[in-house]
């Protein structure tokens, strides 16, 4: 079955892939996040 989580090292591998996801999408949005608070302020 395709798919399973089974051992560590497909656990290991599973999380890893979705943190480096998660801080990517974070690094593109952050600064999009800060020129909209600043932009408030002019």
Do not use: C, H, N
Not at 15 to 41: G, N
């Amino acid at each position: 079955m395709e798919g399973q989580i089974v051992t560590l090292q497909d656990f290991m591998y599973s999380t890893k892939s979705i943190t480096y996801l998660v801080i990517v999408a974070a690094l593109i949005l952050f600064p999009i996040f800060w020129r909209f608070l600043t932009s408030r302020d002019e």
